[in-house]
């Protein structure tokens, strides 16, 4: 028995389907009306939003869903279609972003066999394209999915780091540089609090700007604005972050000119080996594609 | 941003972590292209802002997102993409609205006071407030024309872009140095981003027309983009396809049917190729098309080429020769004159005599009715006995259809001179005989001009016969009373009534009345 909700969300999934079923494509594929409807609860269940569905349906990338969803149920058509449209692109993708041809043509190549999901055994194909829930666009899944991997390559060939190549390196050698800074526990008290209220798309900003030193045109590319928009917003978020930290700062029994001094922007070098330590997430501070160079 | 963040804020935000589990791609995914719901959006964001993996990744996927990597689904999908994706951009449209309503509001501005300023002196000299009017268009023109906004529009923003991308930054990180170098390359790049997302917003601006929206700034300002398809034929977007028909020895091939698809629309174009085999299609959108030609006896060829904003691009088409296909093409279409007929007749019946506007009451003008008849006078013109008419009239001597006629009809009649200065007929299926052989004349020269024939030779011979040599009388020519006595070497009628003779001395007779009468040039 379907609860109240489900079935108010399949009604609203049946009126979708039927409506945009022409345009779907589904019936190359075989699919019929009903399993349109299918695919569209199973895709809204996956997601777990079924308090926004009718909104999340109005912006699916249908058509690409279905052929995703065609593939993963093995429709050779749909497969002769996905890799005519997206195989090119994928390789392109890759190599766009591991920056040299054996390593994009691996990552590649591993992509392309989850995608087509054959398991080691033969059994049942469990595509990774089943994951696609229709978000964006399908050639855009597929470019995350691929730096997805590539992040995790990478982390998995960090981690095997030769102790020669980290001889190398010269790793034993390093000074030791932890020392921490003595920061005034109000000033961290403080720092805390304020950074705590900032909004999660100004700590976004915050940290891709300072600490992993993006660029406003990369920044901007990802939230899909203008550099100046984004420069704007980063502006606003410290300067006002600076000013609300100094208030608390004064507030918690700092003179002015204490709050200021407390406040002292480091040397940026320093700041560089600080960041890249207390990162704690396995890599250096810089991003993974810029250390070859 | 300029003193940057304390350090501080800097150690909190690097020891932060994410608590919950990645999103998945699809999310990620969703989120640079913005098409999450509104808590989506919330869950994403707060994640990337304390994880740095997942920033990673998402950096790494929209450098390539960028670049457009699947340019065929769009064009292969465009209904459903453009479906899709107005919702998806619900958050960057309102910022892009008002991002265009500035340039588009300083134009219909300035427009609108070149209006006012003309109407204010409308007593002006005309020629000065009609250059007025063609160099600011009016407010719907203006705003129709995406070539004036583009104008008006690039040179505010790179300079907004650049001036506060570029120092923010060398202030922000004054150690890399890595990065101050690339500071040109980034400003490059900088300056293609805005070209690349100029274009985007334009596109956006065109789809989100076909669904205008009540709370668009300027209504005016939706028309921006729409305008240009408008005026594919502007010589600046539009190239030329030219090349020459040729066979496979190279010769070229005239009149080929030379066929022009534009590969993208499917449209087509036909000409036919000139006399030196050439063909030219103008004022083309520039892209990829197939020329493709035929022509009789050949087999069909193809060619593909692509045409760039004005240049002409040369495709030559080497016709193959045709296997087996044999086409005769038969223009038909009826003669003016009739050639292979004789016996043509024109009948005036009583009413058309009676009621034909006749100056004079004169029955000579019914023939000027008939066609290919001119004026003359029976019995005057002997060159033309068998179109003489009915009536007597006859075509006049000038060159006309029935000459014309009057020739087609005679018999093949061939005439030479021996080696021997005879003169010599040859009837049709008959041996060459000997004419005038009376005549002691050395032969030198015969002409014919229809049944007449003339022939000159030594000692100021010269002959005419109006019957095709049937029957002969000797010409004479004489100047104050003194014959000719040099050799006539040259014999030349127009027609039957105009020509020219030379003799061995130079001198040249001319005759207009048919060689009646000869004066000496």
New interface residues.
Partial sequence: MASAPSSQASAAVQAFAAAHYA???AARFGIGVAGLVTLLAEVLTQRG?N??AE??L???????LVLARACVAGHERAWDLFLT??RG?MY??AY??AHDETSARSLADSLYAELYGLSKDGEVRASKLR???????????L??????E??NQYRKTKRETSLESALEDGQQFAADNSET?L?DGR??AA??A??AAVE??E??L?????????????I???L??????V??K??R???S??KR?RKRLIEAGMSSRQADE??Q?????D??I??RE????D?GGL???KEE? | ???????????????Q?AGDEHP?????????????????I?QV??H??????C?????????????E??P??AA??P???Q??VA??SR??SR?VWW?WAAPAVAVIVVAAGVIVQRERVPERASPASNTLALNYPAPSTATTNRENALIIEPPARPA??AS??TP??SK?????G??SNEKSE?SR??EQ?QEL?RSRELAQLSSSLENPKPNAVAGAVAAMPAAPRANPAQSLVSGDFTGTVTDPSGAVVAYATVTLRNNRTGQVRTTTSNNSGAYRFSLLQPGSYTVSATASGYSKAETTAMVNVGQATVADVKLPVGSSAQTVEVTSAAPLVQANQGDLSTNFDQNVVANAPNGGNDLTYAKKTAPAVNSGTAGKDESAPAASLKTGLVSSGQPTAVNKLAKALLPAVHWRISAEGHLERALPGNPWTRVLADQPAVFRVVATVGSNVWAGGNGGALFHSTDQGESWHRVALSLNGQAERNAVVSIHFDNAMQGSISTGSGATWVTSDGGQTWIMR
């Fill in positions: 345009e779907s494509g939003s308090d926004e909104s999340a109005q912006a699916l990338r249908l058509e690409e449209r997206y692109a392109d993708a766009k972003i994951y696609y829930l229709g978000r964006g666009s399908l050639a855009g899944w470019r995350t999915v691929i730096a997805q590539y992040v800074p920061l000033v961290e720092t805390a304020e950074l999660p798309e700590r976004f915050l940290a891709a700007y300072f600490l992993d030193r993006r660029t406003l045109l990369e901007s590319k990802v899909g604005v203008h550099e100046s928009t420069s704007r980063l502006e978020a410290t300067a972050l600076r930290i407390a406040m922007d480091v040397d940026v070098r700041l560089q600080r960041v207390t990162l704690g997430q890599r991003p993974f594609y160079g | 941003m300029k003193q940057g963040i304390p350090k501080s804020v800097q150690d909190l935000l690097a020891r972590t998945s791609a699809d999310l990620l995914n969703g989120y640079m292209e913005q098409s999450l719901t509104a808590t989506e919330a964001t707060n990337l802002a304390a994880c740095g993996e920033r990673e990744i998402v950096f790494l996927a929209s450098a390539v997102h960028e670049e990597v699947v065929a689904v292969a999908v209904a459903q993409a479906q899709v919702p998806a958050r960057k910022w991002k907004t872009g506060q991308a923010t930054e922000k990180h004054p150690a890399d890595a990065r980034q790049r900088i981003h997302q």
